[in-house]
């Protein structure tokens, strides 16, 4: 079956900083993956989606790369500040149903001034 | 939260009996799903719908049922037969165009979370 592995314990790092969180995956080729940032207590919100046939995706201090050869993401964030402070969860579309998708457990990510 | 609305906030069940979480959005998105998350797990498909007067089961569809009699609205029925019921429930929604025509996002309301009294 199909699987998400996101990096179960906390990444506390200093303001300015850049933040790099990992998405592996297993078992299927998904046609895109998405990033979702979710507050304590809050709904996620869509940061980046990138497709299969692309490497990198940017936006603003975001970065996102896609490596279908090692079924990874990893997703940077540059000049990092408190305010980036959250859970990131990787998605992917679901093997021949991409309306539905598989989410990760998330990453928290603490950035301290 | 982007045009989508749940409540209530908190809800609080009994044991036995069967409570209604709201989801109502605004977008014109034909697409709407039912997640629950639980503590150091990943959201969890309970039920979605691709179109109004139909819905397929999830991933953990057991102790749920849902309608779908209006585009804009996608009630979530926390049944009796759920025996662990409490955690934080997402709706969300889609725009319909598919992988094709760019809707692969989802829209997130703001949650649910069901307690056990």
């Known amino acids: 079956s199909q699987k998400i592995e996101q990096n179960s314990e906390a990444l506390n790092i200093q303001e300015g900083k850049t933040a790099t969180l990992t998405c592996n995956y297993t078992?299927?080729?998904?046609?895109?993956l998405q990033w979702y940032r979710q507050d304590p207590g809050r709904g996620p919100v869509f940061l980046l989606l990138?497709?299969?046939?692309?490497k990198e995706k940017r936006k603003e201090r975001l970065k996102v790369t896609f490596d279908t050869t090692l079924k990874q993401s990893l997703f940077h964030i540059t000049a990092s500040q408190p305010a980036d402070s959250a859970t990131y969860l990787c998605?992917?579309?679901?093997?021949?149903?991409?309306?539905?998708?598989?989410f990760g457990t998330g990453t928290r990510l603490q950035v301290f001034p | 939260d982007g045009g989508i609305t749940q409540s209530p906030k908190y809800l609080f069940r009994k044991e036995g009996q069967n409570v209604t979480l709201s989801c109502e959005q605004n977008?014109?998105?034909?697409?709407m799903y039912w997640y629950r998350q639980d503590p150091g797990q990943g959201l969890r498909l309970i039920y979605y719908?691709?179109?109004?007067?139909?819905?397929q089961k999830g991933d953990i569809a057991e102790g749920y049922s849902v309608s779908r009699e209006k585009k804009e609205s996608f009630p979530l029925t926390v049944t009796s037969a759920q025996k662990n019921p409490t955690a934080f429930y997402l709706c969300?929604?889609?725009?319909?165009?598919?992988?094709?025509?760019?809707?692969?996002?989802?829209?997130f309301g703001p949650g649910t979370r069901l307690l056990v009294l």
């Open positions: 969300a929604s889609k725009d319909s165009r598919g992988a094709s025509g760019g809707g692969e996002t989802q829209y």
């Open positions: 078992n299927y080729s998904p046609a895109y």
């Open positions: 990138i497709r299969e046939n692309e």
């Open positions: 998605a992917l579309d679901k093997q021949y149903n991409t309306d539905k998708l598989i």
């Open positions: 977008l014109n998105h034909d697409a």
């Open positions: 719908s691709q179109i109004v007067n139909d819905f």
